[in-house]
């Protein structure tokens, strides 16, 4: 009898304690000493975003900006790495031992725009701005590391923090980003097992934008020639038109959009460049038609370049001609893991509340975070920095962009937690990985 109640005993104790059953949020303790921690950095945090935003640096070339990020690191006392695909930093905390470990990424680099904000602290690199947001990831991870620091014998495992440089793409020539860091085996020793990342969005500061499975596109790039044959202009005849190919090219392409895929399953086909022709009175033996292809699935991916070959094939054909063609799959969509979607997204409803987290739609943008999503399952959200009280919002990208800095203290408190939830998760999971 004393051992059934003790049985009973125990097992209540197990069910308040079972994380699955009853979310894994901090106890209230750390919740507390998050927040106050919050408070102690975060203005440092703000500080830390204007000086990025004032010295900007381009793709593979953030000398400055991983010294500033590396020399905080180590004063916190993480293991620092530096030059990690050219100029990333990758800072490893650890809490106590034999628990999983997890990473969160930011990316650094800047683009090349010049400024037009006015702001006190605008770049002072002339034609290169932080109009992506960069500057803000770097602080909110930056900022959840002062506060993890701060509490590392709260957790068991480790937390992985990646800077990575040139997410927008290495300079023509160069290698860089997320393929190159995990080639250089960012997410192994220790092997991580759930990575985490944000972007800055253009709505409500302070908001979170959310989507299970793909939320950025497959990004690919192709160029299209359609070769004819020189005649004079007024003798169309006895040549061939490249231009004449090349408007029923631009024409179909697009039914393979509206006719050729799955309506459900969207694609965007974009021809931004066509280039052909020498004078108003010849015609044309050549136009190149320039563009990018973005989809969600894999299916889309391999159907479009196939429609889009067969349409040169029997264009070029029907007039005499003939075509070349090269299709290059660039970025892969990225994915929300289902199953770690599942498990984190109430970690971020119950920091907002229910009415700040927003479901959207997949977005047709694309982001080199999606490669560490094809090794280890992945969460990614749009954290808003528009200023509900500004009358005009700039998008991404703008030389007026002029996110909200009251985001960074709230993306802090959801990555921090994020990144402690997680680690439970994980351990909770224990060997099993979730199926990618
Ligand atoms: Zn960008
Ligand atoms: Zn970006």
């Known amino acids: 009898m004393k051992n059934l109640r003790f049985f ?14 009853f979310g894994f949020e901090v106890d209230k303790k750390t919740a507390r000493d998050i927040e106050a921690r919050i408070d102690q950095f975060g203005p440092e945090m703000v500080g830390l975003r204007r000086e990025l935003h004032m010295n900007p640096e381009l793709g593979n070339r953030e000398i400055e900006t991983a010294e500033l990020l590396s020399s905080k690191l180590r004063s916190l006392g993480l293991e620092v790495k530096t030059g990690v695909a050219g100029t990333g930093v990758v800072a490893l ?53 002062h506060v993890m620091s701060g509490l590392k014998d709260r957790f068991q495992g480790n937390i992985k923090f990646i800077f990575q440089p040139a997410e927008e793409g290495a300079p023509p020539g160069e290698e860089g980003g997320a393929s190159l860091m995990i080639k250089e085996n960012v997410l192994e020793d220790p092997t991580v097992r759930a990575i985490f990342g944000m972007h800055v969005w253009p709505d409500t500061a302070g908001d979170v934008f959310f989507t299970e499975g793909p939320i950025m596109a497959n990004s690919d790039w192709f160029e299209a020639t359609l070769i004819g044959k020189n005649a004079h202009g007024a003798r169309p005849h006895e040549g061939v038109d490249a231009v004449v190919l090349a408007a029923e090219t631009v ?18 086909l974009t021809i931004g460049r066509i280039n052909g022709g020498a004078r108003s009175n010849i015609i044309a033996d050549r136009v190149v038609l320039e563009g990018t292809v973005r989809t969600l699935s894999e299916v889309n991916r391999a159907r479009i370049p196939e429609l889009m070959e067969s349409l040169l094939k ?16 660039r970025l892969p969509a990225v994915i929300n893991h289902p199953e770690l979607a599942r498990l984190m997204l109430p970690t971020v409803k119950s920091l907002l509340g229910e009415n700040r987290v927003h479901g959207v739609k997949p977005q047709f943008v694309s982001e080199d975070f999606a490669y560490y999503g094809r090794v280890v399952p992945g969460f990614f959200f749009f954290l808003g920095v528009n200023d509900p009280a500004a009358s005009e919002a700039y998008p991404l990208h703008s030389p007026k962009f002029s996110p909200d800095e009251r985001a960074i203290p709230v993306g802090i408190r959801i990555m921090t937690h994020l990144l402690l939830d997680g680690l439970r998760q994980q351990a909770a999971i224990g060997k099993r990985t979730p199926e990618s």
């Open 251 to 268: 024409l179909s392409f697009q039914s393979i959009i509206s006719r050729g895929i799955d309506p459900t399953d969207p694609a965007v």
């Open 93 to 145: 905390l650890r809490g106590r031992p034999e628990g999983p470990t997890i990473a969160v990424r930011a990316d650094m680099d800047a683009l090349p725009i010049e400024e037009q904000t006015g702001l006190e602290y605008q770049s002072r690199n002339k034609g290169v701005m932080h109009a992506c947001g960069h500057d803000v990831h770097m602080s909110v991870v930056m900022g959840a590391a």
């Open 8 to 21: 009973i005993f125990t097992f209540m104790l197990s069910l308040l304690r079972a994380p699955l059953l």
């Open 314 to 329: 029997r264009i070029a054909s029907a007039h005499g001609g003939d075509y070349a063609f090269t299709y290059e799959k």
